[in-house]
Structures are given as structure tokens and as C-alpha cells.
């Protein structure tokens, strides 16, 4: 993985109803990014944030049932392109959100350089609703699907192919709440699913084992959206949607230390970083701290 690094800021908050999480990557700068890739002897480019266009309006609208779904596409859209013009020029996209929505963008830039690509949801959330199946009509409980080809036109056709990536080429890990539609669709297209059960069971080193070897010999790339969220909210308390029970600390290194050693993963995103609900920049630090890990940071 040793690609010198391009930091891309996505200061998204259309893609849900919490202010503040469009804070995040400014959170995660401040809490030293590029000092800390730079002490692992990466070269880092930070393209500071791209441009998101704010609705003319106070209350978000809902049009074909989802909201801000223009002002969404037309972000995520300024994303892929970026993301795509950064690995044509073999750099390795890092891009800190932001609600998780725009994992729509960043996977559809990644998803023009590989045939085969893979991806690794590591979150509370599955994220795979549809406008069908959404309670909310939130977009950021839904890039899952839409990378699956899955959802609205205008998303699923952002950098013009779908889907960008195939059922049995996604590993979710620390799933702990799914809507009943989307319990049914992850049965339907039989993705791998380690809910916390199966991590409580037989633990992070053997899902995340499991979770290498499945993807290393079906995939010619893989990219980690890592949602905050996946984490326990007693040591992640600066999300827009906690859920009790997640991964801790330490499982949550231990799945990036992994990762590092495996060489898997040629793109990333760390979103839903709210410093509005934050306890003393506390995830934005851990958020930190796990980018380490994941580029491969040891104490020895």
C-alpha cells in the first residue's frame, strides 16, 4: 500500500437530517491526519474539500420520495471525479466525510480502474435500503444499494456504470441494525454479513481472516468505507446514529492492523465523524488513530 496519498474532505450533511457531520473532515484534520501519515513516510496531498452545493432553501425536499437528491447527486458526482483523476494518477484516494452517502461518489470513481472490485463495509448499518424500503428517505442509509446498482436513476448512474460492484465482492462487518428490507435483500443476493454475533462468537481475528481470504481471490481491488459508527459508541460518541454494542477500540485496530498486513485495500473513506455530538474530539481522534493502523502504524 505504499501509494503516496491523496486527502480528499467531503463536508456532506445532505445525506441524512444531523448537522454537523459535514464538520468532519475539518474534525479529522485538526485532530492530525496528515501529520500522523506523514510520520509513517507517506507522501500526502490534501485536496482540501470538494464543493457541495447547499439547497436554496430551509427544510429539505423530498423528490421521488428521497431527500435532497439532486443537491446528493450532484455532490457525489464532483466526488467520483475527483477520486477517478486521483488514481489515474496512482495516488491512494483517502476521502474523510461526511455522512456515508457519499460512498456513492467515492465508489463510483474507484470503480472505473478496477474489473472485479471489492468492498469492505465495516459500520453499524448495512446502508443497503432503496426508496422502497427506506423509513426515512435518507440517502446515507442507502449508497449499499446504489453501488449494488440498486435505487434511484440519477444515483446508481453517477460515472455512467452499474452496478459498480457485485454481491459476493462485499464483506459487511459490525452490523448491529437493518431495517426488515434490507434483511430481506442481504439474504436475496447472499452477501457475507458479520454482525456482531459472529464477531462476539469467534471473534475479529478470525472475521477478519475469513474476510481477506474470501476477498483476495476474487477481486482485483478492494475499498473500506469505514462508518464511525461501527465502533461502540462509548469510545465513538461523535456519530449521527449510535448503536449499542459495536466493536471496540481495540477489535477495531486489530481489523485495520489486519488489513495493513493483507496489502488489500487500494481505497478508502472514514465518514459520519459529527464533532457537534463529539466528546473532546474524541472520535475524530480515534478516527485517526484506526487511518494509522490501516497504513500501517505498530508500536514496534
Known sequence: MKKDISIIGMPMDLGQMRRGVDMGPSAIRYAGIVERLESLQYKVKDLGNVDIARPDRREPIREDNLRNLREVVDANARLAKVVNEEIAEDQFPLVLGGDHSIAIGSVAGVSQHYDNLGV???DAHGDINTVETSPSGNIHGMPLAVNLGL???MLTDIM????KVKPENIVLIGI???DEGEKELLRKLHVKVYTMHEIDRIGMPQVMKETIEHLQGRTDGVHLSFDLDGIDPSEAPGVGTPVNGGATYRESHLAMEMLAESD???SAEFVEVNPMLDDKSKTAILAVDLIGSLFGEKLI
Not at 160 to 163: L, M, R, T
Open 120 to 122: 469492505i463495509w465495516y
Open 160 to 163: 455512467g456504470n452499474a452496478p
Open 264 to 266: 488489500l485495500i487500494t
Open 151 to 153: 435505487g434511484h436513476k
Open 176 to 178: 448491529r441494525c437493518l
